[in-house]
């Protein structure tokens, strides 16, 4: 800090000002295209609120024996148990679904997987594991970066949160992934079958990605044959055809 003649600080001088100027830390904006400047600006929103886990934290964990997954979600390392018959078939179906569309539209350049893992930032540590990914890379490796991630879908678990939904979307979103679905189970309010239900119905809600956030596309539901236009190509189906 500058000093007058008696030894006493100058507070605002352009000496004082200079250094604070240069110790305050700038993430400065990337040249290299509309995603990279998206990711820094949820950066500089988020990194003060970061975990302490790291993406080579995460690559390095052992494979888990009882079929859970962990994610790296902010920083913080998030622990899934092993999806339900239920949802592993919803998820099956749905693969199925949007493998035959591409297909069917020529579009031989996308290939739909189960459960990989994602890369989707270093900087905002997050290494997310959608139930359903699409992707314009064959599918080779046990990890695919941002940069090639298309379409995910998220089936929720009851275990998923709002919180956690929430910060799931937005790492999707500061990553650049173009297209995002999320399907969701509703518990029957009455039990008419035996052994019980433990899904009466499902919604698949789509979003699209525009200006760094998700844009609510469609709401597809049980019973009502939807287009949904929020993919790399529509996609027309009914949700009954996803259930048991």
């Excluded at 494979?63 to 998030?78: A, K, M, P, W």
């Excluded at 739909?112 to 905002?124: D, H, N, S």
């Excluded at 760094?212 to 055809?241: H, K, N, Q």
């Amino acid at each position: 800090m500058a000093e007058d003649a008696a030894g006493n600080p100058i507070r605002g001088s352009g000496a004082e000002h200079a250094r604070s100027k240069k110790s305050r830390r700038v993430v400065p904006r990337s040249p290299r295209g509309k995603k990279e400047a998206e990711v820094t600006a949820a950066l500089q929103d988020m990194e003060d609120h970061l975990g302490p886990f790291r993406m080579v934290d995460w690559l390095s964990l052992p494979e888990r024996e009882d079929g859970s997954r962990v994610e790296l979600i902010f920083g913080e390392l998030c622990v899934s148990p092993l999806p339900a018959m239920h949802h592993q078939f919803v998820g099956d179906e749905l693969r199925e679904l949007l493998k035959h569309t591409f297909r069917t539209a020529g579009r031989s350049d996308l290939y739909v997987v189960t459960a990989v893992g994602t890369e989707l930032g270093v900087e905002l540590r997050n290494c997310f594991i959608p139930d359903i990914v699409v992707i314009d890379m064959p599918p080779v490796g046990h990890v695919v970066g941002a940069k090639n991630l298309v379409m995910a879908v998220e089936v929720w678990s009851p275990g998923n949160t709002p919180k956690k939904r929430d910060e799931k979307m937005r790492g999707y979103a500061a990553a650049g992934v173009p297209y995002l679905w999320t399907v969701e189970f509703q518990k029957p309010e009455r039990q008419t079958q035996d052994p019980p239900s433990l899904v009466d119905t499902l919604t698949v809600t789509a979003y699209q990605l525009k200006n760094g956030r998700y844009i609510l596309e469609s709401v597809a539901r049980v019973g009502e044959t939807a287009t949904i236009t929020a993919a790399p190509v529509p996609v027309m189906f009914d949700p009954d055809d996803l259930l048991p």
